[in-house]
T-cell receptor
Framework: DVKVTQSSRYLVKRTGEKVFLECVQD?????MFWYRQDPGLGLRLIYF???????EKGDIPEGYSVSREKKERFSLILESASTNQTSMYLC??????????????FGPGTRLTVT | GENVEQHPSTLSVQEGDSAVIKCTYS??????FPWYKQELGKRPQLIID?????GEKKDQRIAVTLNKTAKHFSLHITETQPEDSAVYFC??????????FGTGTSLTVIP
């Protein structure tokens, strides 16, 4: 059974703090993703990674950075948190495109509040 | 890049009726179209997907249809039940790696 876990379910941070969100998957997936979910806006891709130390910008990368030092672990970093980054953050993982399943498996999400 | 539009944003149906959710996409190179269901407080989960070499796919009470010429695809749920109440997201992808998601449809099935 695929398992994608995130370091926190709920997080409250102050404006200007540096925030780390961590995601771990146990399925040997090449791809890992960070999404932001806001009401009425759906799932918006922040960054994704298709291999260790590789990263690609998604649709809304501003104010975020990522790190992937190990295949199973993908971190999202908010360098200086702002109130407009209050949101639900979802991590996902998948095999790379090809003959295998394209299905993305999601983590439980981290609800981040920046005050 | 790809742009996926999803309608309606909210949908209420009586138990036992059918529900249809529609999505359009802009990039004709997109060839993979998944649908995800997210129950309240839970993570999104894949319920059905279709590739561009197929026009329709069915799995029990759910089906997806794809019209490549018009660049739209739809989710059909028949004989709806209260446990079908959730937010449904469509997505499009041309590589199987990066997905472009629609904005979601909140489906309520009224007992």
């Amino acid at each position: 059974d695929v398992k994608v876990t995130q370091s926190s379910r709920y997080l409250v941070k102050r404006t200007g703090e540096k925030v780390f969100l961590e995601c771990v998957q146990d399925m040997d997936h090449e791809n890992m993703f960070w999404y932001r979910q806001d009401p009425g806006l759906g799932l918006r891709l922040i960054y994704f990674s298709y291999d260790v130390k590789m990263k690609e910008k998604g649709d809304i990368p501003e104010g975020y950075s990522v790190s992937r030092e190990k295949k199973e672990r993908f971190s999202l970093i908010l360098e200086s948190a702002s109130t407009n980054q209050t949101s639900m953050y979802l991590c996902a993982s998948s095999f790379q495109g090809g003959r295998r399943s394209y299905e993305q498996y999601f983590g439980p999400g981290t609800r981040l509040t920046v005050t | 890049g790809e742009n996926v539009e999803q309608h309606p944003s909210t949908l209420s149906v009586q138990e036992g009726d059918s529900a249809v959710i529609k999505c359009t996409y802009s990039d004709s190179a997109s060839n993979y179209f998944p649908w995800y269901k997210q129950e309240l407080g839970k993570r999104p989960q894949l319920i059905i997907d279709i590739r561009s070499n197929v026009g329709e796919k069915k799995d029990q009470r759910i089906a997806v249809t794809l019209n490549k010429t018009a660049k739209h695809f739809s989710l059909h749920i028949t004989e709806t039940q209260p446990e079908d109440s959730a937010v449904y997201f469509c997505a499009a992808s041309k590589t199987g790696n990066q997905f472009y998601f629609g904005t979601g449809t909140s489906l309520t099935v009224i007992p």
